[in-house]
Each structure stands twice: as structure tokens, then as C-alpha cells.
């Protein structure tokens, strides 16, 4: 294959990155920022001090202070599973979307590697072509 059909066969390479973030919907861009935020250990700790906080509070506050008096926690076992039921379909989504971020990467690359196979070819062959000419004019030069 000649250099020039390989460049008629090349196709525009485009930003993978750009066009998977230009494609998100605004509820996939909220889904993704949710992801991106809750899946850190940051809000793992947030979540946690924020329990020990409520726990402490409640078992140990002035009986006239407290919000959630001892043993009533069911309220907040139930904020933590509506938090879990709300969390939950939102990472899923942004999963999704990763992942369909992933396979447009690996499309991409194949792609580029055949590109790269193809130009190695034709690399190969000229390198072929060249060595044969070489041979040529050695075999000239050393005929008596």
C-alpha cells in the first residue's frame, strides 16, 4: 500500500473526551457530578462524623435540646436509606455513563491501531522496496 492511499484512508481523529462530556443531557451531567462527589472518601467521612455527630447529640444533649431524643434513631435510619435509595440510581446512571465513556475510548484505539498497522505496512513494504533496489545497484557495482 502506497503512502498516498494511506492518507486518502485516514480518517479526522477526534477528542474521544470532548465528545462523550458535549453529548451528556443535563440530568447525565447532574448524575456524573453526584457520582464524581459521592463516590470519595470525603463524604464518606461527612456522612460518618455527621452520625457520630447526630448519635452524640441526641444520647447526650440537654433532654430540652435534643432533635431526635435517645433511642428514637429510626428517623435517621431512615434519612440514611433514602439517602442510599436516592444515591443508588444516581451512581448507577453515572456508571453508565463511564462505562459508555470506556467503550468509545477502546473504539477509538482500535481504530488508531489500525491506522498504525496500516502506516507500519506501508513502512514495511518500502523498506522491502528500498532493500531490493539496494541489491540492484550493489549487484551493478560489483559485476565485473
Known sequence: M????????????WNVNKKHRESFTPLEKFAIWITERVGTM????????WTIVWSIWNIFAPPNLKFDPFPAFVLWLFISNMLQLFFLPLIM??????????EM???????????????????????????KDIAKILDKLTRP
Open 2 to 13: 502506497k503512502l498516498e492511499e494511506i492518507k486518502k484512508l485516514r480518517k479526522i481523529i
Open 42 to 49: 470525603g463524604f464518606f467521612f461527612l456522612l460518618f462524623a
Open 93 to 102: 446512571v453515572g456508571q453508565n455513563l463511564q462505562g459508555r465513556h470506556a
Open 105 to 131: 475510548r477502546a473504539e477509538s484505539d482500535f481504530e488508531i491501531n489500525l491506522k498504525a498497522e496500516k502506516e507500519l505496512e506501508a513502512i514495511l513494504e518500502s523498506l522491502e522496496k528500498q532493500e
